[in-house]
């Protein structure tokens, strides 16, 4: 089984949409289970409809999995497996107040050496601390030789144990900590690969050895996705940049298989730049994610979008702009060259049909053609259009021309007349209100 474990504390950003994507291939080229799991223990960071709206966009992308799981589900596990670690002498209380932490982590600071616990509770007798009052920490045994693991895309890791520490597997409410109960839950779910940003990495060695402690044997497949990268300053993507919110994408007009298409292409050499991601089932290979960070650059995204746009169904497309009329899907598409995303193409596209009172240096000339145009009888074609017209008003020329445009089109400039009438004149009364 595989996993996917977001946090219902804000924003599907891209990174996190890119881990979905990459976790829903695996599976199916794996043949194996994709679970989510809702990582909410975090009460008081978890914000209400994160959730809902997180498996909406998991949706939204056709990313298919086979249940929903809450982590809080499972606190009785975690305790359960902290109580076992506490008797079998793997684990210990740490009495420290945070007072003392803090003084040894302005020591180390001092000495420019990377923090570690000192082991000051470790060796307290059972007798000590059946007579301390004072709240407690449940902290991990540091492991006793090196935690070696080899990342699918990074590569090969060994953490000594002075890297991994004695570190906190329940706080002092007997929660369970990030990686103690991320480890419990990929076991109790027999996952046997995780895909995950390399963010994660510095936990890895950590839920190894919580699992090890506990006798798991089972060898886990780790895969860490290099980060994504703002391609105008070359840092790391921040979540509260709109542009990295999958809803912001969506939201502006860009579609779920070009959003897809990207995050797949970023850091990889597909044979092809344009696809869908079941075509990407066939030659994707996890193995040859590049190790480096990739940018986002955002006019690429818009060149793919407008890509896919063009490879729509014309009545599908017509149906994500509001109407159900292939020739409106048609419409749309003879815009796509100055628009790139269905939100310009909406916003085009209702242009046409808005009300339209006049026109800048064509007042007269405009007012004259609207009439004709709401008396006119039905005319299939363009040119009978523009001779009827110049037979009832006299107009030719740019004074027909460019005020016949506007209350075609609701714009001066654009597209030939001659491409946009055949799909419009069955609307004419409609569009000359």
Not at 18 to 42: G, P
Not at 86 to 110: G, M, P
Not at 387 to 400: F, N, V
Not at 405 to 412: M, V
């Amino acid at each position: 089984m595989l996993r996917f474990a977001p946090s219902p504390t804000g924003d599907m950003h891209i990174g996190n949409l890119r881990v979905a994507l990459f976790n829903h291939i695996l599976s199916k080229q794996l043949n194996e289970e994709l679970l989510i799991r809702i990582e909410d223990t975090d009460k008081k960071r978890n914000i209400e409809g994160k959730e809902k709206d997180i498996l909406e966009i998991l949706n939204l992308f056709s990313i298919n999995y086979s249940r929903v799981a809450h982590q809080s589900e499972n606190i009785k596990y975690h305790t359960q497996m902290a109580m076992k670690l506490l008797l079998d002498n793997k684990a210990f209380n740490c009495f420290c107040t945070e007072e003392a932490l803090d003084q040894d982590r302005e020591i180390a600071k001092k000495e420019k050496v990377p923090y570690r616990y000192s082991g000051f509770c470790e060796t307290i007798s059972d007798e000590a601390k059946f007579n301390c009052n004072a709240p407690f920490v449940v902290r991990l045994k540091k492991p006793e030789e090196n935690i070696k693991f080899k990342d699918l895309v990074k590569g090969d890791f060994d953490h000594k144990p002075f890297d991994v520490d004695s570190f906190v597997i329940l706080r002092e409410d007997k929660s369970p900590t990030y990686n103690f109960a991320c480890s419990i839950d990929d076991m109790l779910f027999d996952v046997s690969t995780v895909v995950r940003g390399e963010d994660q990495l510095p936990n890895t060695p950590k839920q190894i050895h919580i699992r090890k402690a506990l006798g798991y044997d089972r060898e886990i497949n780790y895969i860490h996705l290099p980060m994504i990268l703002d391609f105008e300053t070359g840092k790391k993507m921040s979540k509260r940049d709109e542009s990295s919110s999958v809803r912001w994408l969506v939201d502006q007009g860009y579609l779920p298989a070009a959003i897809a298409n990207y995050l797949i292409l970023l850091g990889y050499n597909p044979p092809v730049e344009v696809f869908t991601m079941e075509e990407a089932m066939d030659w994707f290979d996890i193995n040859k994610v590049s190790k480096s960070a990739a940018k986002f650059d955002i006019t690429k995204l818009k060149y793919l979008n407008r890509e896919h746009i063009k490879m729509m169904d014309e009545l599908r497309l017509s149906k994500i702009l509001g109407y159900a009329d292939k020739d409106i899907g048609t419409l749309a598409k003879i815009y796509i060259e100055e628009c790139d995303t269905i939100k310009e193409l909406k916003e085009k596209t209702a242009s046409i049909f808005e009300p339209k009172a006049s026109l800048k240096g064509f007042e007269e000339e405009f007012k004259q053609i609207k009439i004709c145009l709401q008396t006119a009888p039905y005319i299939d074609n363009i040119n009978d259009l523009k001779i009827y017209i110049t037979e009832q008003t006299g107009l030719k020329d740019e004074k027909l021309f460019t005020p016949l445009r506007y209350a075609l089109t609701g714009s001066t400039n654009g597209p030939t007349i001659s491409e946009i009438y055949p799909l419009i004149k069955n609307y004419l009364g409609e569009i000359v209100k």
